[in-house]
Nanobody
């Protein structure tokens, strides 16, 4: 019932910007942590940015100073502002949430299906 849907991916030139969005829907009691992962071709899925419920974010070293993660608690959404994009940022970006569904006492991880970001001239 709970779903995460990403949007905002696309083709952008090096040095450009994109803003990814992820909206969680369904019957949700509470969202504790929201994160962005990415998986580049031939590579393992890796954490890009994370933001817990206290709003204090953390980033992978490769994106520090370029990416900004934020949350909209009213919309159960998380965003990733990506600036100064590089070709090595090309990947499928996945939204992940650690949340507690309504009528469920267990916190679980949920994943979106991903949105493709391609950085190329």
């Amino acid at each position: 019932q709970v779903q995460l849907v990403e949007s905002g991916g696309g083709l952008v030139q090096p040095g450009g910007s994109l803003r990814l969005s992820c909206a969680a829907s369904g019957s949700i009691f509470s969202i504790y942590i929201m994160e962005w992962y990415r998986q580049a071709p031939g590579k393992q899925r890796a954490l890009v940015a994370t933001i817990p419920s206290d709003g204090n974010p953390d980033y992978a070293d490769s994106v520090k100073g370029r990416f900004t993660i934020s949350r909209d608690y009213a919309k159960n959404s998380v965003y990733l502002q990506m600036d100064n994009l590089k070709p090595e940022d090309t990947a499928v970006y996945y939204c992940n949430a650690l949340l507690q569904p309504n009528n469920d006492r267990i916190r679980k991880n949920y994943w979106g299906k991903g949105t493709l970001v391609t950085v190329s001239a």
